[in-house]
C-alpha cells in the first residue's frame, strides 16, 4: 500500500475538487470536520503518515464532495455559532448570515421570561442557539418537515436545552395551542422559483427545496405571517425575518399596508446585503 502523508493526501483532494469545479478548500475543512484535528494539527503533522483506514474514509467524503455534496452533508454537521450542528438532507445547512440573525435577537430582546417562537426552525439552529442563551425566555421551535424537527430534536440533546418543539405550518402549532408569543423569528424559505438559475448547483441539487423555495417571488410565507400576527404575537411584540438581499422594500412595503401602525427596520449583513427585517407589530 502506498504511503500517504496529511500534506499529499490534501493536495490530491484539492486537485480532484478543482477538477470538478468544487472549491478546494472543502479538502482541509473535511479533513478537520471527519477526524476532529484542526489547522495547527494538521501544520505540525502535514508530513505525518496517514493511518490507512483514514485514507479511506477520507478518499470516499472528498468523491461525495467532488460530485457536488455540500461537504456538511459528508461530515453530518456543520458549525453554527460556534457549535456543532447535525445536519442531513432533510435539513438547511445553517448559514452564516442566520448567525447574524442569532446574534441581533440576543442583543435586541431581554432574558425576562418572555416566550419567543422560531418559525421553520431546520436544524433548530436559530431556537436552540437562543434557548442555549437564554436562562428564563421560553423558545418554541416549528417546522412542517418531520425529518427537519427529528433534527432538531438531536440537536437540542446534545446542546443541553429543551425547547419546546412542534411540527405544522407557520403559526399553526401555536394557534393550535393558544401560544402567544412576545416575539417572532423565522428564516422561512423565500427564493423565487425563477431564482433557481442563479443558484449554486450543489445548494438546489442537495439542499431541500421545501426549506429554499416560496411562492409569489420568494415572498409568500413572510405575508402569511405578517397577515397572521394577531393570532400568536402579543401586541407590542417583536418581530425578525431573515430576508434575502431584495426583498426590503417589497416586504416592509406589505408589512406597512396590513399594519400602518408599522414601522419596518434593516439590519445588513456582514457583506452589506440586506439580510435582517425587524419591526415592533402593532396593530
Ligand atoms: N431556521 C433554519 C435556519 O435558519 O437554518 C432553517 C431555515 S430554512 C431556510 C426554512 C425552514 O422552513 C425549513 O426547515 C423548512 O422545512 C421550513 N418550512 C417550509 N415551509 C414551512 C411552513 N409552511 N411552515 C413551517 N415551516 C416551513
Ligand atoms: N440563504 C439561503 C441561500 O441563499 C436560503 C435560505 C432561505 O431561503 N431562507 O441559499
Not at 423565487?192 to 442537495?206: G, L, N, P, Q, T
Request: glycine residues 8%.
Amino acid at each position: 500500500m502506498q504511503r500517504y502523508s496529511y500534506k499529499r493526501m490534501i493536495e490530491e483532494a484539492e486537485a480532484s475538487l478543482i477538477l470538478s469545479d468544487r472549491e478546494p478548500r472543502i479538502a482541509s475543512l473535511l479533513l478537520e470536520d471527519l477526524f476532529g484535528i484542526d489547522r495547527v494539527y494538521l501544520m505540525l503533522h502535514e508530513e505525518e503518515e496517514v493511518p490507512g483506514e483514514r485514507h479511506g474514509i477520507f478518499e470516499k467524503a472528498v468523491a461525495r464532495a467532488a460530485a457536488g455534496e455540500p461537504y456538511q452533508y459528508v461530515t453530518g454537521f456543520s458549525w453554527f455559532y460556534g457549535y456543532k450542528m447535525e445536519v442531513d438532507e432533510n435539513t438547511l445547512i445553517p448559514r452564516n448570515e442566520t448567525e447574524e440573525l442569532v446574534e441581533f435577537v440576543l442583543e435586541q430582546e431581554p432574558d425576562d421570561g418572555r416566550t419567543v417562537a422560531d418559525i421553520g426552525t431546520g436544524t433548530g439552529a436559530i431556537g436552540l442557539l437562543l434557548q442555549k442563551h437564554w436562562h428564563k425566555n421560553r423558545v418554541v421551535l416549528t417546522d412542517v418537515s418531520s425529518g427537519a424537527l427529528e433534527m432538531a430534536g438531536k440537536n437540542a440533546e446534545a446542546l443541553g436545552v429543551s425547547p419546546e418543539i412542534f411540527r405544522g405550518s407557520l403559526f399553526e402549532p401555536l394557534t393550535d395551542r393558544g401560544i402567544m408569543a412576545d416575539c417572532i423569528v423565522s428564516n422561512p424559505p423565500y427564493i423565487a422559483y425563477d431564482e433557481k438559475d442563479d443558484m449554486d448547483a450543489s445548494v438546489y441539487r442537495h439542499e431541500p427545496h421545501l426549506a429554499l423555495f416560496a411562492d409569489d417571488g420568494g415572498m409568500a410565507l413572510y405575508k402569511q405571517m405578517v397577515d397572521g400576527l394577531p393570532t400568536v404575537l402579543k401586541p407590542g411584540g417583536t418581530v425578525y425575518f431573515e430576508i434575502g438581499w431584495r426583498q426590503y422594500t417589497a416586504l416592509s412595503t406589505y408589512i406597512k399596508k396590513v399594519w400602518p401602525k408599522t414601522r419596518p427596520q434593516l439590519k445588513k449583513d456582514m457583506n452589506g446585503q440586506d439580510r435582517i427585517l425587524f419591526f415592533r407589530w402593532e396593530d
